[in-house]
């Protein structure tokens, strides 16, 4: 089933860690496999925010030679950045398999991630100007608490609420999913993408790389590989509705844009809000009423519609 | 089949061919079953343990911090009380409120229900001054629901009987499955409305989306607006006087009848193309594909 949330509030900062966090615990019911937040703070130009992670939540109950292994996985990434010539302004563990880095870098980033990944077990989870991108097991509260998301400020957010059906109960598998060439880009995704295989194989052939079956991963590979060809956010949603086969509802978020796609069947939900100041939108109504309570106006989009909104 | 050959069969129209195979043997308008809500009909009241309450005795319910259980439980425990109005204030979206009432009931919900709002129920007539989620009033016999704003998907799915009003627009698959009663749309419906209807009047004052009526067995479908496409076997039919009468009289009730009255309302209904598909001869089948 899964649920899904976006926020964005229109030309200004806000209060985004906490707003999601209670979207998405009331959405909990939906999906209480894993929960996943891509949050947008202030995009800060040359410097990059990198999210990875270097086990799994389940490994750390393999024994205790793991504390080690993740001890010489973090000392070889370093290494790795060292060699690609980034400097590491911050470090900080939010777990102890997952940190998250402020770097300064003028290379190739591409290829200096895909070099980290080249180490067992490790997985950047986002790396970008403005985006950070948090999944773990456990419902909103228990992440939000574990990754210090109550107090995140930013422009924009998407989140998801993960029940697994088609793949494993495990951090790769839950959303949000980012992809490369294009650093900002992260979606979220409700449905079933019933020509998977096709589109991956045909986006493998044009070099992306793919760290999980899962086949929402699909649609972030998809979208980044349309922005990094010239397309704006709304022309690849529109695309995507004719060329994506299955029963799907997706948020998309950049650097300072949000949208939204919905198939040609409406088969999977989304209710939206949208005031003068802030859109949100969720799969079910009950979300948007844990920011919202007042009586507001809600909606439900219909079948092909697609929708960006600028921050 | 004996007496029309095939290029006699290629000389007509569609609705020629149709009637010349037998295919059509009665006139569509006015056959929905349509039985108007009474709510002052002692006979209506008929489980045993419905509750006897006195409209007049009212109550209000404060759901902020109730489950949905303990909300349902607790109109259950009004209603064996009496209380024949309930006000249940701050539902804040939550699902499932309102469900399986069986006896008459004034229940005023004050804001928004989430999904499967007041499914399955037969007799209280329900006012929801906010919006509704997926499914609401699903399987609903009789009674009426009023919704003030708009309302998701699939609203009245196989609904039975009663009025099921949406002052606002309505998503998609809005009375699949319809056998019976009536839906009211103030605004605009989505895709395959009206899918596999069997019988009811569904009324969208503003416009349909695709495939509308698609596969429907019977029943009709009045549309004020455009009608971005109708479904398989869904097919237009003359608005007669006695329609026009029926929607004046219904939009006026739930104080939705446009300025312009009902004229330019299009009416559709099933073909009944698809029907017996199985038996049909090979020439008559030719014509349905």
Known sequence: MCGIAGIIYKGRSADVGGDMTAMLQALKHRGPDSTGYAVYGQPSEGDYVMRLKVAEAEDMDSGSKIHQIIKDRIETVEEILEEHGASVKSKEPATEYALRYVLSHDGDTGKMAEHIEETEGVEILSMGNGLELIKDLGDATVVSEMYGLKDFKGTHAIGHTRMATESDVDIKSAHPYWAFPYNDVSVVHNGQITNYWIMRREMERKGHRFMSNCDSELLAVYTANNLANGMSLEDSLTKSIEEIDGVFTYLVATKDQLGMAKDTMAAKPLVLYESDDMIAMASEEVAIRAIKPEEIDTYDPYDEEVRVWQA | ?????????????????????????????????????????????????????????????????????????????????????????????????????????????????????????????????????????????????????????TFGAAIRGGDLVCKGSVGSRTGIDQKGGTIIVGGDTGALSGFMMQRGRMVVCGNAGKNLGDSMYDGTIYVGGEIKSCGVDAVPAELTDLDKAWLTRKLTQYELMPDKGVDHFTKIVAGKQLWNYDNLEPNEKKIVL
């Not at chain 2, 045993?48 to 759901?63: G, L, M, Q």
């Not at chain 2, 607790?74 to 204030?89: Q, W």
């Open chain 2, 1 to 153: 089949m004996a007496g029309i050959s095939d290029a006699e069969l290629k000389q007509m129209t569609q609705e020629e061919r149709v009637t010349a195979l037998g295919m059509r043997t009665e006139q569509l308008t006015g056959k929905t079953l349509y039985i108007e809500f009474d709510p002052g009909a002692e006979e209506r009241f008929t489980y045993p343990w419905a509750p006897d309450v006195d409209f007049n005795k009212r109550t209000e319910i404060d759901s902020d911090d109730m489950t949905t259980t303990e909300v349902n439980a607790k109109i259950r425990e009004l209603m064996s009380e009496g209380y024949g109005t309930i006000v249940l204030k701050n539902p804040r979206g939550k699902h499932s409120l309102g469900v399986g009432i069986l006896s008459k009931l004034n229940l005023i919900i004050e804001g928004s229900t989430g999904y499967f709002g007041v499914g399955l129920i037969d007799g209280p007539n329900v006012r929801i001054n906010g919006r509704v989620g997926w499914s609401c009033a699903e399987n609903m016999m009789s009674g009426t629901v009023v919704v003030e704003k708009n309302a998701g998907s």
